[in-house]
């Protein structure tokens, strides 16, 4: 499989990473003059090559048209239009390339009110509902990580379209655009919780919820040391486990698991008894049990995790201590192809590695 990313931010690189740890050729077009990367930008890993092309010069668009000639697919995140004004657009990469599949990566997606406005990873999902639903009652939703919308909602929904667009294509020799919207993604991944509002199942109102940390058996509590304990028994079997570890299966308030009016009750007395030892005493204390109870990790920590050692989740990769690839496979393994940091090669070069003619347009 033979990508063409167009460089850019966010989630388009990520969607390539994954692709590239997969097996995929990619190869990266940037500015002339590029600074070259670092070789702890992780997500720019497993390029192929890189190469620099003036995309506003028209020998520089030529070059570019000769490699999407012959890869499977093209990865842009820039603006709606801005291709198209580059001659690079979807029809010109179909003219060159019918089997070609054209994956856009934005955040509004290539029409709508919104499509030309700048925004972010927060913007995207303040629309679709999901950054309502976290954090405490009565204060602001937190600034989440971008993990909804720029990679959750962008890069993971790029990559699975691409894919299913690649399996068409080589079935039926036609090509497609995928338009992969952060916003359209992030809803989405909101498709449960809009389920269990059609259930009455789920309120508008923060931490007042099974999974929003309105539950006390579905929440973290801080511990004697300043660091967090994860709590998640919801299941009846694995919730017993909490009581009986916290001395609690006596205790007829917590008799009342699924009972709402008991849970701000429930809350205030687990966080008395976190707040009694350190997060280290608490894990050791659940270790191997399905109590559903494990410490808060940061990232300095979570890649010395006896079960990550085990399964290598983290790899002392080019430029460091980095998340390994996945997912896993049991016949063709990914891994780490190449470091960020590569020296720029000419298009040319990469021409003839993809020796095969480009196909003549239809």
């Known amino acids: 499989m033979r990508v063409v990313e167009f460089a850019g931010i966010g989630p388009g690189p990520f969607a390539c990473m994954l692709l590239g740890d997969m097996g995929a050729e990619v190869v990266r077009i940037e500015r002339p003059g590029s600074a070259l990367a670092d070789a702890r930008d992780y997500v720019g890993r497993s390029r192929s090559a890189v190469v620099q092309l003036d995309l506003k010069d028209q020998n520089g668009q030529r070059r570019a048209l000769e490699l999407v000639a012959r890869a499977d697919a093209v990865i842009e995140g820039f603006r709606p239009g801005v291709m198209e004004r580059l001659g690079l657009g ?27 406005v700048a925004g972010h990873d927060l913007n995207y999902i303040s629309l679709t509902g999901s ?47 995928v338009d992969a919207a952060m916003c359209d993604g992030a809803a989405s991944l909101m498709t449960h919780f809009f389920a269990l509002h059609a259930q009455d199942r789920w309120t508008s109102r923060r931490e007042d919820n099974l999974l929003d940390g309105g539950a006390p058996f579905y ?35 917590f008799d009342r698991q699924n009972d709402k009016r008991a849970w701000p009750e429930m809350r205030a007395r687990l966080s008395e008894i976190f707040a009694t030892k350190a997060r280290d005493e608490w894990a050791a204390l659940f270790a191997r049990t399905d109590g559903c109870v494990t410490p808060v990790l940061d990232l300095t920590e979570a890649p010395a995790h006896a079960h990550f050692e085990a399964r290598r989740t983290f790899v002392d990769g080019p430029g460091g201590v980095q998340p390994a690839p996945a997912p896993r496979f049991s016949r063709t393994p990914s891994s780490i192809q190449n470091s960020p940091a590569m020296q720029p090669t000419d298009a040319q070069s990469v021409l003839r590695r993809w020796s095969i003619p480009a196909p003549n347009p239809s």
Not at 96 to 104: A, H, I, M, S, T
Not at 145 to 150: A, C, F, K, S, T
Not at 153 to 175: D, F, N, Q
Request: glycine share 16%.
């Open 90 to 116: 979807p029809d010109a990469g179909l003219e060159v390339n019918p089997k070609l599949v054209y994956g856009r990566m934005t955040g509004w997606g290539q029409a709508g009110s919104l499509a030309t």
């Open 131 to 177: 950054l309502a639903a976290m954090g405490c009652d009565g204060e602001p939703p937190p600034v989440p990580l971008n993990l909804v919308g720029d990679y959750g909602g962008g890069a993971l929904y790029l990559v699975v379209g691409l894919l299913a667009g690649i399996l068409s294509a080589r079935r039926t020799g036609k090509g497609q655009v």
């Open 219 to 253: 929440r973290t509590y801080l511990c004697a040391d300043g660091r967090s304990i994860a709590v998640g028994p919801i299941e009846s079997q694995f919730y017993s486990i909490l009581r009986a570890k916290l001395e609690l299966k006596e205790a007829p308030l």
